[in-house]
């Protein structure tokens, strides 16, 4: 083994990545696919099933060397490890150099799949399986690869300074905004009301994603260290503050709490955090959590219904919404002495705030407007949306001649 390679950074890596994987496979089929009707459950299941296969493969051949290569012009990675060429199994990783280049590369895998699969909860109950597999390939290639590079890879978002600890501009903001843009394209579902045919699903799918988060966030310090400790706890704590504040939320509101309202917080919770895991105290993380839940929850209550787009499962509500939050709140509460690499307004250093402000502008144009591309072309060749007939009867049985209940 190489000299620099850390056992334990190394074990806690693919343990992290293990963690993430579990999120996407099964905890966002589940989560997704409880809240759909029951003629749908294993189309929604199955776009988060293909979109991360679609990813392993994507990433392995250009993705990771195009993301993560060397920096060309701040836009994007030399493409010289192709095909994983002239990397062995010793080699640490350029960005984490206590761990091997290999499981960086499998940990920086789970997040372009995650983000892909959560924009499916968007379109759901409506899109080609066939228009799916198209659109992911063509998104993780156009859209999540340069962002990636340009905050996390070395480009002109993290030369400007840019903070994004485990992926509130790369991953939630990125595929919220993606989302919205699809959204758009696909047009309304024929019922548009909200009828999880299984909660229970989504409470399993959402309790995994929770678990998995710590992977997520607190793996993203790539050490197995005091930063990654911090990091798994403020990212229990935004989650369960907010949850109760969704919880209040709906006593306020209805007079009665929901698990779907619960559930759907602690979710809003895990988003907000992700970019600030690595840079804010505890009491900020009760903020960011405490807060969060008011924002999306007014997102889906009102803005969908004010501007009546069909956002099926709220995607651009909690990951579009928190994610925002969150990433302007890392500008707000980044504490140097968590982490060096970050100082937010709160602690002396308003220009932080300024520079997450545009970071979050320009991912949100870019991803608009590319998926907005993407999808009119695809709408143009092979076409988005399924027939009224199959939307009606069902995707499961229409697209794949399967049930997900024989009752």
Do not use: C
């Not at 924009?119 to 066939?130: Q, Y």
């Not at 843009?181 to 299984?198: E, Q, V």
């Not at 959402?206 to 310090?221: I, Y």
């Not at 959590?289 to 651009?316: P, R």
């Amino acid at each position: 083994m190489n000299a620099t390679i850390n056992p334990g950074d190394t074990a806690w890596m693919l343990i992290s990545t293990a963690l993430v994987l579990l999120m996407i496979v099964p905890g966002v089929a589940l989560f997704y696919g409880g809240l759909t009707k029951k003629e749908n459950v294993l189309n929604t299941m199955f776009m988060s099933l293909i979109a991360f296969a679609l990813a392993s493969i994507i990433w392995v051949i250009y993705g990771y060397p195009l993301a993560f290569g060397l920096d060309i012009n701040g836009l994007i990675g030399n493409p010289i490890n192709i095909f994983m060429n002239n990397i062995s199994i010793n080699d640490p990783a350029t960005l984490a150099p206590t761990i091997p280049a290999l499981i960086y590369i499998g940990f920086q895998l789970t997040f372009a799949a995650i983000t892909i699969a959560l924009i499916s909860g968007a379109i759901v109950e409506r899109m080609k399986f066939s228009a799916w597999i198209a659109f992911a390939t063509l998104w993780i290639s156009l859209v999540y690869v340069p962002v990636a590079h340009w905050v996390w890879g070395g480009g002109f978002l993290a030369q400007l300074g840019a903070l994004d600890f485990a992926g509130g501009t790369v991953v939630h903001i990125n595929s919220g905004i993606a989302a919205l843009a699809l959204i758009y394209l696909l047009g309304k579902r024929k019922d548009t009301r909200l009828l999880p045919h299984h909660l229970g699903y989504s409470v399993i799918g959402a309790s995994l994603l929770w678990f998995g988060w710590f992977g997520f966030n607190a793996g993203s310090a790539l050490t197995a260290g005091g930063l990654a400790a911090s990091a798994f706890l403020v990212t229990n704590t935004a989650a369960a503050a907010a949850m109760i504040s969704w919880i209040i939320i709906d006593y306020i509101k209805t007079g009665k709490p929901t698990l779907l309202g619960a559930i759907s917080g602690a979710i809003a919770g895990l988003v907000a955090i992700t970019p600030a895991a690595g840079f804010v105290t505890i009491p900020a993380a009760i903020i960011i959590g405490l807060i969060t839940s008011i924002f999306s929850y007014l997102a889906i209550s009102h803005l969908k219904a004010k501007l009546g787009y069909d956002d099926a499962l709220d995607v651009f509500g909690i990951h579009g919404i928190s994610g925002l939050w969150g990433s302007i709140a890392t500008g707000l509460f980044a504490a140097p002495f968590i982490n060096e690499l970050g100082t937010g307004l709160f602690y002396g250093n308003p220009r932080q705030l300024l520079i997450q402000i545009l970071a979050v502008a320009i991912v949100m144009a870019y991803s608009f407007t590319v998926t907005l591309i993407i999808g009119k072309l695809l709408d143009a060749t092979i076409g988005l949306r399924v027939s009224e007939k199959e939307e009606i009867e069902g995707l499961d049985t229409n697209l794949h001649e399967e049930t997900g209940y024989r009752l």
